[in-house]
């Protein structure tokens, strides 16, 4: 099946400058990477995704790009504020089919 | 975003026992739902692909008698522990899948069930 990995597992960033987390992935089939973000206790929120037949999505202060040649994807988080600390996973899927996780970065914005 | 909901929220049982864990899709028909469990401060790890009115799909290395899967109707997968061990115990996540002409796109996460065997 899909392996997807996940860099870095821990981020400390100061509060307005930016975050990167990148994920790879193993199966070139894989077509759809929805990034999530899972407050302590709470359940996984999705918070952007892409698809194959794109290279970038941005939403505000959260893009995301995708390298499918490398089979890597990148989100990327501008002037971060103290209410972006959470975990976040990424994630692949052949829609139509299961979605596998990366293994979670832990993020912390110091103020 | 749809709103899934699972019950119950947190659940402790005797070493041995069966624990039926429900997952409802509140505002949506979800043919498909899928089941995770989440270890302390690590990734969601995909069980079992449920599917409305067929056999659930298990990953590898998950024990299909001892986790059933029953996707009833559009609205209700349930995930039944059962013979239940402390190395059961975890955080049970299902999610509903929205789908576009058939295929599957965003999945929407329930609050999950905290499992505790003793």
Known sequence: GENVEQHPSTLSVQEGDSAVIKCTYSDSASNYFPWYKQELGKRPQLIIDIRSNVGEKKDQR?????????????????ETQ???SAVYFCAASITGNQF?????????VIP | GAVVS???SWVICKSGTSVKIECRSLDFQATTMFWYRQFPKQSLMLMATSNEGSKA???QGVEKDKFLINHASLTLSTLTVTSAHPEDSSFYICSAASTRGGVIYEQYFGPGTRLTVT
């Not at chain 1, 390298?67 to 990327?76: D, M, P, Q, R």
């Not at chain 1, 596998?100 to 912390?108: R, V």
């Open chain 2, 6 to 8: 699972q019950h119950p």
């Open chain 1, 82 to 84: 103290p209410e972006d």
């Open chain 1, 100 to 108: 596998y996780f990366g293994t979670g970065t832990s993020l912390t």
């Open chain 1, 62 to 78: 959260i893009a995301v790009t995708l390298n499918k040649t490398a089979k890597h994807f990148s989100l990327h988080i501008t």
């Open chain 2, 57 to 59: 799909t298990y990953e």
